[in-house]
Nanobody, 128 residues
Framework: QVQLVESGGGLVQAGDSLRLSCAAS????????MGWFRQAPGKEREFVAA????????NYVDSAKGRFTVSRDNAKNTVYLQMNSLKPEDTAVYYC?????????????????????WGQGTQVTVSS
C-alpha cells in the first residue's frame, strides 16, 4: 500500500514557476514508478510526467518537455514536479500516482491504468 499527499499548488501568473511535491508513505515507494497527471475542468485526466523507481529515467508529455522536470528523493519518500514558464492552459488539478511496482528499469508509464495508487490532487491555476 502507498498513500500519497500532494502539495505546492496555487494561483500564479503566466510565466511563473511552481514546484509540486508528493509525499508518500508505505513500503513500496522506492520500488514504484511515479507519475503526475492533471485534469482540467470538463476534460479527461491526462499524463504529464513519470519517473522510474531509481529516478534515472523520465517521461514527459510533449507540452511539458523543456518546461517541467520530474524528480524524486527516495530517502524522503517524495516525488517532485518543477513547473516553469507556466501557461494558462496548465491550469488543472494535478495528481500524483504510484505504480506499486518497479517494472523494468525504464518503466515510466503514461497510462493511468498502470498506476494503482493516487493522491487527492492539488489545484494549479495560471492566470494570463
Amino acid at each position: 500500500q502507498v498513500q500519497l499527499v500532494e502539495s505546492g499548488g496555487g494561483l500564479v501568473q503566466a510565466g511563473d514557476s511552481l514546484r509540486l511535491s508528493c509525499a508518500a508513505s508505505g513500503r513500496t515507494f522506492s520500488e514504484s514508478a511515479m507519475g503526475w497527471f492533471r485534469q482540467a475542468p470538463g476534460k479527461e485526466r491526462e499524463f504529464v510526467a513519470a519517473i522510474n523507481w531509481s529516478g534515472g529515467v523520465t517521461n514527459y508529455v510533449d507540452s511539458a518537455k523543456g518546461r517541467f522536470t520530474v524528480s524524486r528523493d527516495n530517502a524522503k519518500n517524495t516525488v517532485y514536479l518543477q513547473m516553469n514558464s507556466l501557461k494558462p492552459e496548465d491550469t488543472a488539478v494535478y495528481y500524483c500516482a504510484a505504480s506499486g511496482s518497479s517494472g523494468s528499469f525504464y518503466y515510466t508509464p503514461s497510462w493511468a491504468s498502470e498506476y494503482n495508487y493516487w493522491g487527492q490532487g492539488t489545484q494549479v491555476t495560471v492566470s494570463s
